[in-house]
């Protein structure tokens, strides 16, 4: 009796498939991201492209400020002893020249043409709260063009990033469409090909 059951549990046993079967299977469940590609059609390819284009002007853009911060703060690190320096002994005339060889680091850049113009009213005793006024004028137009240079391209970056969802959306929802129409179009109830058509459909929006 209990040699019945033993034989009875092992035929009723799940067989696993081999051959074309199990290769099959495998294909099913994998993800070929050359075969998808060879498989998009034209819309989607340009969906993809667009993508990746602006994929790139982002990390450019991202790359050019990172290195623009890191010079700028190099060049800070030397000026700001040389500044302190100068001013300490009431010397505008270095001041002046720390400023030019420093022009790179933003705080160098936020006092360029100030020093020159203290030294000449300095020199002829014309130093008024006018003169003072229009140095520190100056001082605040040479920041905010040191702001608009390390904001240059964030408004890009901003649009990069706020549309390229809703473009991926738009390859995914014209895959979805193409889908379901070839599926129309071929009859097929199959799993696998059901698979195959969605899988192109989501690829843009992956």
Request: net charge neutral; hydrophobic share 45%; aromatic share 6%.
């Amino acid at each position: 009796w209990s040699s019945d059951v033993c034989s009875s549990d092992l035929n009723n046993q799940p067989t696993v498939p081999d051959g074309p079967v199990a290769h099959q299977q495998e294909r099913i469940v994998s993800v070929d991201l050359m075969e998808l590609w060879s498989t998009m059609g034209a819309f989607a390819k340009g969906i993809v492209y667009t993508l990746f284009i602006m994929s790139l002007l982002s990390l450019s853009t991202a790359l050019m400020r990172f290195i623009d911060l890191q010079r700028s703060k190099g060049q800070v690190v030397k000026f700001a002893p040389k500044l302190a320096a100068a001013l300490e002994a009431n010397d505008l005339e270095a001041a002046e020249r720390a400023v030019q060889e420093h022009q790179k680091g933003h705080l160098a850049a936020a006092y360029r043409g100030v020093f020159s113009s203290l030294r000449e009213h300095v020199a002829d005793r014309t130093l008024t709260a006018t003169e003072v006024g229009a140095i520190q004028r100056t001082i605040d137009l040479n920041k905010l063009e040191q702001l608009a240079r390390f904001r240059r391209g964030m408004g890009l970056m901003a649009t990069t990033g706020s549309t390229a969802p809703f473009v991926g959306l738009l390859g995914t929802t014209m895959g979805v469409v193409n889908a379901f129409t070839g599926m129309a179009a071929a009859g097929s109830r199959s799993e696998e090909h059901t698979s195959e058509l969605q899988s192109r459909g989501l690829i843009s929006y992956a």
